[in-house]
């Protein structure tokens, strides 16, 4: 045979099997979208949650301009970050930071641009952000992953300029993708308190959905990872418990092998019941391997170290997330020399956070006592956190609204506001016990008489 046509024919087998490759590729693309638009050094641990996410598909192979991540972006060089540069999810000191790409930062993470950038418009993000509007550009064969990480409050996300994202717009962007055919199977993770609020009675189990959530719909998550060891005085916690673990199992298992579910339960069994994390909807979508949505770790295994293992909760250093600001502060006051001018400082603040949170307790009482009249016992200003019933929108979403502008003072001010946010119970018990007016009512009655709601 003439080289030529030896040549022909070499090119005729690359061109089939470049082909084969594009057919295997309009089989489905894998998409993934992460999220944190928790800011301050205390969030630290939700950032790096994303950042070690990011990881995990780059490492599948997945292409970059299918991964979106959108995250605060204020901790790398936050001046308390005693290792500049880096950002790591656990004390193994992996830093998962840098070489990252993040998409959206800043003011830019919030629910309007999340929103967009799930459903695939364009035109809104550009709108919203002034960029060229990177969005999950996916098509009916396509896989998409979302995960957040971040504080909640019953039937919320909790973002951090208090435009929060509730389970009824979520529960609509995911309908009208429905609609839309914009993806085959769609995974969402999400590490908030309360975080299975966001789905349990709202998610149908037959559009193609899957949400598996760090807690049920009426419970705290944790933060991993909070002592003083490493991080000294700067202490902070460096993950999401349900985060964490999900992450490490991603990183060892084998992913061709290994289910979403077998990565869940791993997840869950490490959480040792300190929480319980939850599956929602298609659950069918669970036995699919972790390859489906992750990518293929053998493609790029030397991206992240494959050591560790899954961990077990280590109870000193988990921190319910509701109450990360005020326990941060002990843990960084347990690292400072005992009387000295650093640790008597911090003193001073550990007292004005709880001053903070007592008045906090104080507007969410008001407001029951003020339809019900006296409680029984003082112990019980937490009653209602973990015991609410089912949320009734069209009452709950007005009263949320209001008690934004009654207390802006309680909900802008980052040592009281996600604690402030778990107690959001009271008001769905109250709206399934009187009318809207009412409640709004009994708000006003209460923020007339509290410091943290003058303006
Ligand atoms: C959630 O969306 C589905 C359609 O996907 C709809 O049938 C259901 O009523 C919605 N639930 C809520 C609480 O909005
Ligand atoms: C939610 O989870 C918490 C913590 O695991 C548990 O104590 C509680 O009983 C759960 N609530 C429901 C309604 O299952
Ligand atoms: C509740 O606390 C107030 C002030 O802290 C106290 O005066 C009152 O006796 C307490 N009531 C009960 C029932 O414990």
């Not at 060089?77 to 993040?102: A, H, M, W």
């Not at 006051?333 to 003193?347: E, V, W």
Request: hydrophobic fraction near 40%; charged fraction near 20%.
């Amino acid at each position: 045979m003439p080289l030529i046509m030896r040549s022909l024919a070499f090119l005729v087998c690359l061109t089939v099997s470049l082909a084969a490759d594009d057919t295997h590729a309009e089989e489905g693309k894998r998409w993934a979208l992460l999220v944190s638009s928790a800011n301050t050094w205390i969030n630290y641990g939700m950032q790096a949650d994303v950042y070690h996410a990011y990881w995990l598909f780059r490492e599948g192979g997945i292409p970059e301009e299918q991964i979106i991540v959108m995250a605060f972006d204020d901790i790398v060089n936050n001046d308390k970050n005693p290792f500049k540069g880096q950002v790591f999810e656990s004390y193994d000191l992996e830093d998962v930071y840098k070489g990252i790409r993040i998409d959206y930062r800043r003011e830019s993470v919030n629910k309007d641009v999340f929103l967009s950038v799930l459903r695939g418009d364009k035109d809104a993000v550009k709108r919203l952000t002034d960029s060229d509007g990177k969005v999950i550009d996916s098509g009916p064969s396509d896989n998409v992953f979302v995960f957040v990480s971040d504080h909640g409050a019953p039937g919320y996300i909790a973002w951090y300029d208090n435009n929060f994202l509730s389970a009824k717009e979520l529960n609509q962007t995911i309908a009208s993708m429905h609609e839309e055919n914009r993806y085959k199977n769609l995974v969402l993770y999400v590490d908030t308190c309360f975080a299975g609020s966001m789905f349990k009675d709202t998610l149908p189990n037959n559009i193609g959905v899957y949400a598996a959530t760090a807690t049920n719909a009426t419970f705290y998550a944790y933060s991993s990872e909070c002592h003083s060891r490493v991080f000294g005085k700067a202490a902070t916690c460096l993950g999401g418990l349900f985060s964490t673990n999900w992450a490490y199992g991603a990183q060892s298992d084998d992913r061709s092998t290994s289910t979403m579910n077998m990565q869940f339960q791993g997840a869950k069994i490490a959480c040792q019941g300190a929480t319980t994390p939850m599956q929602y909807g298609d659950i069918s979508i669970a036995h699919m391997t972790q390859k489906e949505f992750f990518g293929d770790s053998v493609l790029n295994r030397n991206i992240l170290r494959r050591s560790r293992p899954r961990r077990s909760v280590e109870r000193a250093s988990v921190i319910r997330k509701n109450m990360l600001a005020y326990q941060t502060l002990k843990n960084q006051l347990a690292a400072l020399p005992k009387g000295s001018r650093g640790a008597q400082r911090l003193m001073a603040r550990v007292s004005s956070v709880e001053k903070l949170m007592g008045l906090a307790d104080k507007f969410f009482l008001d407001t029951y006592t003020s339809v019900h009249g006296r409680l029984a016992t003082n112990s019980s200003t937490t009653w209602a956190e973990t015991n609410f019933g089912v949320i009734k929108w069209s009452c709950y979403e007005p009263v949320v609204k209001a008690v934004m502008s009654l207390c802006p003072k309680m909900m802008r001010t980052e040592e009281v506001r996600y604690y402030a946010g778990a107690k959001f119970g009271v008001l769905v018990n109250l709206c399934n016990q009187i009318s809207t007016a009412k409640v709004l009512a009994a708000l006003k009655r209460a923020a007339e008489i509290n410091p943290l709601c003058a303006v």
